[in-house]
Nanobody
Framework: QVQLVESGGGLVQAGGSLRLSCAAS????????MGWFRQAPGKERQFVGVIGWSGGSPFYADSVKGRFTISRDVAKNTVSLEMNSLKPEDTAVYYC????????????????WGQGTQVTVSS
């Protein structure tokens, strides 16, 4: 059974940092594009960033560019999201996703999803 499991969420003050991890099991995702999304209460799930199978040239949403960094450890089958200079508007449930078929911006493109981890940034 293929699973993506996020961890590392929590409560942090504005300006603080958190590191989220996404552990994949059930198969190797070494050749998969991996994405991060987030969903705030009452809002649609939105694209945060994506990393290719080689780990090079991650791409980010403008809202997080320069503050968030995506990396991956192919050997461990994990993807991480380092979040710095957090703002209250970053508060959301964060999801990792894998294997997009189509636009990597679109939630509909991704075949596999984790259950999400809550990030709350207090002002």
């Amino acid at each position: 059974q293929v699973q993506l499991v996020e961890s590392g969420g929590g409560l942090v003050q504005a300006g603080g940092s958190l590191r989220l991890s996404c552990a994949a099991s059930g198969r190797s995702f070494s050749r998969s594009v991996m994405g991060w999304f987030r969903q705030a209460p009452g809002k649609e799930r939105q694209f945060v960033g994506v990393i290719g199978w080689s780990g090079g040239s991650p791409f980010y949403a403008d809202s997080v560019k320069g503050r968030f960094t995506i990396s991956r450890d192919v050997a461990k089958n994990t993807v991480s999201l380092e979040m710095n200079s957090l703002k209250p508007e970053d508060t959301a449930v964060y999801y990792c996703a894998a294997d997009p078929r189509g636009s990597f911006y679109s939630t509909q493109s991704y075949h596999y999803w984790g259950q999400g981890t809550q990030v709350t940034v207090s002002s």
